[in-house]
């Protein structure tokens, strides 16, 4: 699903993020990125998405070279990938129902089929009764929700999250991260960058860790191993 | 294109015209006052044009005769003109019938002739008629040279001299045209970048979840060319009203100056306008998506 052969990513500044990266994330893999601060992680996931290019090596994302796309294939890949943030980054102006099927309308679905796997999605992250609520009137966790909700809406084969659960209690959390399993036990890759130690420790999944640009663990049912 | 997806790009292009109230306003004021300008050069150009070509069409020499000729004089200088080679008609146009004429041009401003009295200034002459325009230099000539001929003209020079006046006038107007063209895609990427920046977070979530490029640049463009085309829109209807107003004025007052009428004449210019104006708009938000939205 998600192949690096060799990838290293040094930005503008000079500043190396990634180095020599190599490993294969198959299909239906529940992937922990870690590691310090610094260390790449964010990186990582944005040559995913092809938010930034890799310097060197090859990197495949669902059958397609990233790194040789044009840009007028980048949305194509991205229709593929669902991708959540931190910092949730729902539109304000938008009502929670508006929100999910705006990632659908701009992809020029169907009315019917908009309406059908909106409502699918917001059950799957138990927020159906807050279709018409705007972001502003619900809690942090529940915007999270919506987010994954707009993130998966089109069937994405891989979901990406950079600490999804960066800005939650642990409480919460859970919450997201038993989303999260659900999604993945339907067939979708996962792949996470976390500072979560529980949840890591706790969920018994491959914990991929890189340190200084370079990947230092790669652990099928690993632990965080870092005290935070 | 489906329909739906049309139906949102109107809608949000219309949703941020209402957001940026003011800019939008000053962008329909600008290419409003520049396209009105520009229409009134083209009105302006076309008359002229028309004009000059009118006169080149009508040239005819007028023989003005000295005073005090005899009948059978007069007769002798008009048999002379007629063997002239080119000319196809003659008139002779006595002093009463030049008064005559002279006093409906003038229409309600005849009072100016009281002051002369019972007095005719105006000379006994000839109207020549020549078949092509390139002889009535050498008959007007050959004419002058003719016992009894005080004066030969002919409208020439008039035609020439309305030429050169379109030729400046031009030249004048379109260095006018481009720096107001230049202002009015200025003020309209402006307001196309604000609206992009109202609107960065959701351009990005747009990519995020994979929309393409010209799903992102559409209701900015259709933004930028509402504008463009509510300004032409202004112009054209302020045009359509001014020429209106000043064809019925010099039809009242100087009804010998042959101004094209207003239709289709206006109606033909307004589609350049309307056209220039969405042109321009688009060019606008082009700009500004360019160098705001990398899309
Ligand atoms: N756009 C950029 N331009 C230049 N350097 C960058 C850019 N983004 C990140 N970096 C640098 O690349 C390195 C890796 O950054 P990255 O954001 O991937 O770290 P991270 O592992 O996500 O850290 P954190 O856990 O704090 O989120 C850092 O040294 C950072 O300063
Ligand atoms: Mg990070």
């Not at chain 2, 002093?95 to 006093?103: H, L, S």
């Not at chain 2, 977070?201 to 933004?223: C, D, H, Q, S």
Request: charged letters at 20%.
């Amino acid at each position: 699903m998600i192949h690096l052969d060799g990838v290293s990513k040094i930005y503008g500044n000079g500043c190396v993020a990634l180095s020599d990266i190599t490993l294969d994330i198959p299909k239906g893999d529940f992937v922990f990125v870690v590691g310090p601060s610094g260390a790449g992680k964010s990186t990582f996931i944005k040559l995913i998405f092809r938010e930034e290019l890799p310097t060197k090596g090859k990197l495949i994302v669902n059958g397609r070279n990233v790194g040789e796309l044009e840009p007028s294939e980048i949305p194509y890949l991205r229709r593929n990938l669902g991708i959540v943030f931190q910092d949730y980054r729902l539109l304000p102006n938008k009502t929670v129902y508006e929100n999910v099927a705006f990632a659908m309308q701009v992809i020029e679905s169907s009315r019917r089929d908009i309406q059908k796997r909106v409502s699918h999605v917001l059950d799957l992250v138990g927020l159906r009764h807050k279709a018409k609520n705007f972001p502003g009137e619900l809690s942090g966790g529940e915007q999270q929700r919506i987010a994954i909700a707009r993130a998966i809406v089109n069937n994405p084969v891989v979901v990406i999250a950079d600490e999804p659960t960066g800005n939650l209690d642990p409480e919460t959390s859970w919450d997201i991260m038993r989303i999260f399993e659900r999604i993945n036990r339907d067939g979708t890759t996962i792949v996470m960058a976390t500072h979560d130690k529980s949840v890591v420790d706790a969920m018994k999944k491959r914990v991929i860790a890189i340190e200084k640009s370079r990947i230092a663990r790669d652990q099928v049912k690993g632990v965080y191993g870092y005290e935070d | 294109m489906k329909i739906r997806t049309m139906e949102y790009f109107i809608k949000e292009a219309l949703s941020s015209l209402k957001r940026n109230g003011l800019m939008s306003f000053a962008s329909v004021t600008t290419v409003a006052l520049s396209l009105l300008i520009l229409g009134m050069f083209l009105v302006m150009v076309l008359n002229l044009n028309n004009m000059a070509s009118t006169l080149e069409s009508q040239v005819q020499i007028s023989v003005y005769l000295q005073d005090g000729l005899t009948d059978h004089e007069m007769r002798e200088v008009g048999t002379r003109i007629t063997k002239i080679p080119g000319v196809v008609q003659v008139n002779f146009v006595g002093k009463e019938e030049a008064m005559n004429r002279f006093k409906e041009r003038l229409g309600e401003q005849q009072g100016l002739l009281n002051a002369l009295g019972e007095a005719n200034p105006l000379p006994n002459a000839f109207e020549v008629k020549v078949d092509k325009t390139e002889r009535v230099k050498a008959a007007a000539q050959a004419m002058m040279q003719f016992k009894g001929v005080e004066n030969a003209k002919f409208g020439q020079e008039v035609v020439e001299q309305l030429f050169a006046l379109t030729k400046m006038v031009r030249i004048f107007g379109l260095v006018i045209i481009v720096f107001l063209a230049l202002a009015a895609l200025f003020i309209i990427s402006n307001t196309i970048r604000i609206t992009v920046f109202a609107r960065r977070k959701e351009i990005g979530i747009m990519k995020y979840v994979g929309a393409t490029n010209w799903f992102i640049r559409w209701p900015f463009l259709l933004e930028g060319m509402m504008l463009g085309f509510g300004g032409a829109l202004v112009a054209v209807l302020f045009l359509n009203e001014t020429y209106g107003i000043l064809i019925h004025q010099v039809y009242e007052t100087l009804a010998f100056l042959p101004l094209i009428p207003q239709y289709p004449f206006i109606t033909n210019i307004s589609v350049v306008l309307l056209v220039t104006g969405t042109v321009i708009g688009a060019l606008g938000s082009t700009i500004s998506l360019r160098r705001y939205m990398r899309v």
